[in-house]
């Protein structure tokens, strides 16, 4: 194959532009713009569960349901309360009926009646999304329909979300659900509607026993981010790596 | 250059500029990284704001005792106060002006939340004045009674 100099200058030219074409498409940031989208987070929302306080009355899946306009029959919630119940012989009876939306009313825990002189100890643990710092179900979202916002809390974008459903295979936690009715998938957002007009989330709000609060941990003056700096508090699944947010009081070893 | 070889390349070539220009009518313009991780921060702006206009339902005692400024003070003073209103009495959104009367729930299983009976031990619940709902007037609203708002009957 000949080639002139003049043909082969044309096709280095011609070629460089086709293979520049893809890249202009992209965004470069300069190192001061990077900078500051880190820097001017001035809010980290995070959440604090004392399960020492909580009775199980269930009022926060109540209210979480009836706030965000979850179906209030379906067998889904962005909030729910667990049981757990120690036997002396070591072993954990754990239910959470309807997600505790009703409450914990009937001593029996799957049909099973537990002899009272038998537990020893009991409690209720209420769980909500992690809003986990590297979160794993943004991290495999194959269409970028869910995102950590600055303020830390993860959204889903009900437009764009195809209902692939990885992100609620990925999660760790279990907290995130198909809606049917939107047909996309869902979780908690610590009621990112409320929060941002300065009110607390439904459950935070609706629950009597100071068991939920929501708190900022970028202001050294919040009383949830002074509880989480100088009390023992403990996350889910620390072992994953996800760096969860919402902290607990009183976690027990077999709270999974 | 072959034909065989620069059909293929200009179908190929003309394939990715149309998707680009499908792209670039289809991908909404805040679609993009906002913040400091690709990985966790790209996202169409927009919807920050779409979730911030979604509608409140629940708006808290505060809001109920600009009218119902009796009901709210009786409460008050009741082992209840920690309780908020809308808790019995349903989320107050529209309410007075679409929605004239909210619906309370008046039932047994409301009050039961608490008051069951699960004899706990190291558990708050435990603590928790209970009743045996089958045991306990079991015929009867809760209200018939034990007024939700002072629920102490010695101190009526």
Not at chain 1, 57 to 84: F, H, Q, S
Not at chain 2, 41 to 58: A, C, I, Q, T
Request: with cysteine.
């Amino acid at each position: 194959m000949t080639c002139s100099r003049r043909q082969f200058l044309k096709d280095t030219a011609t070629t460089t532009l086709a293979a520049a074409l893809p890249v202009s498409t992209m965004v470069f940031l300069t190192p001061g713009e990077l900078k500051a989208a880190v820097e001017n987070k001035k809010t980290r929302w995070t959440f604090l569960v004392d399960t020492n306080k909580c009775v199980g009355c269930g009022m926060c899946v109540k209210a979480c349901k009836l706030e965000n306009e979850i179906p209030y029959d379906a067998p889904v919630t962005r909030t729910w309360v667990e049981r757990y119940v120690i036997t002396k012989d070591g072993e954990a009876h754990i239910d959470s009926p309807m997600g505790g939306r009703d409450g914990f009313i009937d001593d029996k825990i799957r049909d099973e009646v537990i002899d009272p002189k038998d537990i020893t100890k009991a409690f209720f643990v209420p769980k909500l999304c992690n809003q986990c710092e590297n979160a794993p179900c943004v991290q495999v979202c194959p269409v970028g329909a869910t995102y950590q916002t600055e303020d830390g809390v993860v959204l889903i974008d009900r437009d764009w979300c195809i209902g692939c459903g990885y992100c609620i295979m990925a999660c760790p936690y279990g907290v995130r659900f198909f809606h049917p009715v939107t047909k996309t998938a869902d979780k908690c957002n610590f009621c990112y509607h409320r929060t941002s007009k300065g009110l607390e989330p439904a459950c935070v709000q609706a629950c009597a026993f100071d068991a939920r609060k929501i708190g900022n941990l970028k202001d050294p003056d919040d009383p949830v981010a002074k509880t989480i700096a100088t009390k023992r508090v403990a996350v889910l699944k620390d072992e994953y790596g996800t760096k969860p947010h919402v902290f607990y009081l009183g976690l027990d070893e077999n709270v999974r | 250059m072959k034909n065989h070889v620069l059909r293929p390349l200009w179908l190929a070539i003309g394939l990715v500029l149309l998707i680009m220009v499908a792209r670039h009518f289809m991908v909404p313009e805040d679609f993009g990284v906002h913040g400091d991780s690709f990985t966790y921060n790209y996202y169409r702006l927009s919807n920050v704001d779409e979730w911030k206009d979604f509608p409140v339902k629940y708006q808290g005692r505060e809001r109920c005792s600009k009218c119902h400024e009796e009901n709210f003070e009786s409460i008050s003073h009741s082992r209840h106060k920690k309780i908020q209103c809308e808790n019995c009495h349903g989320p107050a959104a529209g309410h007075p002006r679409e929605v004239k009367q909210l619906v309370i729930d008046r039932s047994r299983e409301q009050c039961l939340r608490c008051h069951a009976l699960l004899d706990y031990p190291n558990s708050r619940r435990g603590m928790m004045k209970g009743v045996v709902s089958e045991k306990h007037k079991r015929k009867f609203e809760c209200s018939k009674c034990h007024n939700p708002h002072n629920p102490n009957l010695e101190d009526r």
